[in-house]
């Protein structure tokens, strides 16, 4: 049986195997042992962690502090309101939850959940896993 640990972090995630009973982190395809826990929605294609920082796209559609929303219904509530200033990315609140919108006021604006943001990194994370070990379909 193989045993892998991911850290969701805030602001970096990282995915590690246990060997010769030992915790051994994984590198990303970058040769970096911690990804920053960011996606980028590009036009055609989701990218997550340092490729995502350079992808050539809105900075609004570049999402980073998904945990920082998740469970939050109200945008007014969170112990950071005073920070949403900073951010270059456009947030909202819709059926009751607090999210991330992309491509704000144009006719192809989208409304994406912090938790669907998580899963894209966990899912990433989740890919070196199984490219390291070989191993195809490994259940989280």
């Given at each position: 049986?193989?045993?892998?640990?991911?850290?969701?972090?805030?602001?970096?995630?990282?995915?590690?195997?246990?060997?010769?009973?030992?915790?051994?982190?994984?590198?990303?395809?970058?040769?970096?042992?911690?990804?920053?826990?960011?996606?980028?929605?590009?036009?055609?294609?989701?990218?997550?962690?340092?490729?995502?920082?350079?992808?050539?796209?809105?900075?609004?559609?570049i999402?980073?502090?998904?945990?920082r929303?998740?469970?939050?219904?109200?945008?007014?509530?969170?112990?950071?309101?005073?920070?949403?200033?900073?951010?270059?990315?456009?947030?909202?609140?819709?059926?009751?939850?607090?999210?991330y919108?992309?491509?704000?006021?144009?006719?192809?604006?989208?409304?994406?959940l912090?938790?669907e943001?998580?899963?894209?990194?966990?899912?990433?994370?989740?890919?070196?896993?199984?490219?390291?070990l070989?191993?195809?379909n490994?259940?989280?």
């Amino acid at each position: 049986m193989v045993s892998i640990g991911i850290d969701l972090g805030t602001t970096y995630s990282c995915v590690a195997v246990i060997e010769n009973d030992k915790p051994t982190a994984i590198q990303s395809d970058d040769g970096k042992y911690i990804i920053p826990s960011v996606v980028a929605f590009c036009d055609d294609e989701i990218l997550v962690g340092n490729p995502a920082l350079e992808c050539n796209t809105e900075l609004s559609n570049i999402l980073y502090d998904s945990k920082r929303l998740i469970g939050w219904p109200i945008l007014n509530d969170l112990p950071i309101a005073d920070d949403r200033q900073l951010w270059p990315f456009n947030v909202d609140t819709r059926n009751n939850s607090a999210g991330y919108v992309l491509n704000k006021g144009k006719s192809n604006e989208k409304f994406v959940l912090p938790e669907e943001v998580s899963a894209k990194i966990l899912k990433s994370l989740k890919d070196q896993a199984e490219a390291r070990l070989g191993y195809h379909n490994i259940e989280l």
